[in-house]
């Protein structure tokens, strides 16, 4: 069975997979091309980018070039883009667009507000509010106009959710943020099932750090997988999308066999019992 088969609903009725192919720091066109030939051949059929990757028009050109000698078309594919934080608020219709111009592919299926805050703002700057509900409104009338399918938030607190909830027309349909063992976000999901928002999971491996942790390397052992397999398991096991993300094509395809094995609730218990509140990436809790 193919990955593309695993996949969860979003609240617009779109269908998302639940393994995505992360494209932080794949720019050059060569290095962008290799990748995504490597993750569609693998079973990959969705695929995670950003305006501040610089890989928008990389991404697109690939896929255009790509999907038909995987015999594939653009509507086999799920493309998740997002706004950088020098587009909040006044530019965010702009910088929206300039991803779709970028990535060329018609539509996007899912595009997120990145950051919570504003480039050049200082975090406890009330501006920053004002420009997240202001890129809000751009998003929802970019969904209304079919060109971007669903629209979400990437780092926001439980607060900056609860926030956008209360304020806006619609709901935003994910939340994309750090989760591993050692991060187990608990509010933010409450959050997130409380309102029907898809909760997915970056940084899985944190940064690579966990797949050296003792207990993940005596998980995978045990169960005969890689500690990545391991720990992007303990996320889609639960229902969470992932985005890993490899230049390297044995690993990308390593990363793709989730769905053959189970990690026992011994095991799933074992790794979770590591959430210790530890972040490996940029913290926005200090964002109002």
């Known amino acids: 069975m193919s990955s593309s088969s695993h996949s969860v609903l979003l609240k617009t009725g779109v269908q998302m997979p ?3 192919f992360g494209t932080y720091k794949l720019v050059s066109p060569e290095d962008v091309s290799r990748a995504v030939d490597a993750a569609l051949l693998a079973g990959y059929r969705a695929f995670d980018s950003a305006a501040v990757y610089l890989n928008e028009a990389e991404l697109g050109r690939a896929l255009k070039q790509l999907l038909p000698k995987h015999g594939l078309t653009r509507e086999d594919v799920f ?8 587009d909040q608020g006044e ?3 702009e910088g929206a667009l300039h991803s779709l111009s970028d990535l060329d592919m018609g539509y996007i299926d899912l595009y997120l507000i990145h ?15 004002g420009n997240r509900a202001e890129s809000w409104a751009a998003l929802e009338e970019l969904h209304a106009q ?8 990437s780092n926001y607190t439980p607060a900056h959710m609860r926030e956008l909830i209360q304020s806006c027309k619609i709901p935003p349909a994910l939340l994309q943020v750090e989760f591993h063992p050692k991060f187990c976000q608990t509010e933010l999901r409450k959050v997130c099932e409380e309102y029907g928002v898809c909760f997915q999971a970056y940084s899985s491996l944190g940064k690579g750090d966990l797949v050296t942790d003792p207990v993940v390397l005596e998980v995978s052992k045990n169960c005969e997988r890689t500690p990545a397999q391991v720990l992007l398991r303990w996320a889609v096991q639960q229902g969470v999308p992932v985005l890993p993300k490899s230049s390297n ?22 790794l979770s019992a590591l ?3 530890h972040k490996f990436c940029r ?5 109002v």
């Not at 950051?115 to 509010?129: A, F, H, M, V, Y």
């Not at 395809?253 to 095991?267: E, Y």
């Open 79 to 86: 493309i998740t883009s997002k706004l950088g934080s020098k």
């Open 115 to 129: 950051w919570p805050g504003t480039l050049d703002l200082e975090i406890t700057d009330p501006r920053n509010s």
């Open 146 to 153: 079919g060109k971007l399918k669903a629209i979400g938030v």
């Open 91 to 93: 530019r965010a219709m």
């Open 275 to 277: 959430d210790c509140g």
């Open 283 to 287: 913290d926005a809790s200090q964002v």
């Open 249 to 270: 094509p044995d690993r990308i395809k390593d990363n793709a066999r989730l769905f053959d094995f189970t990690l026992s609730d011994r095991d799933m218990d074992r």
């Open 18 to 20: 639940l393994l995505g």
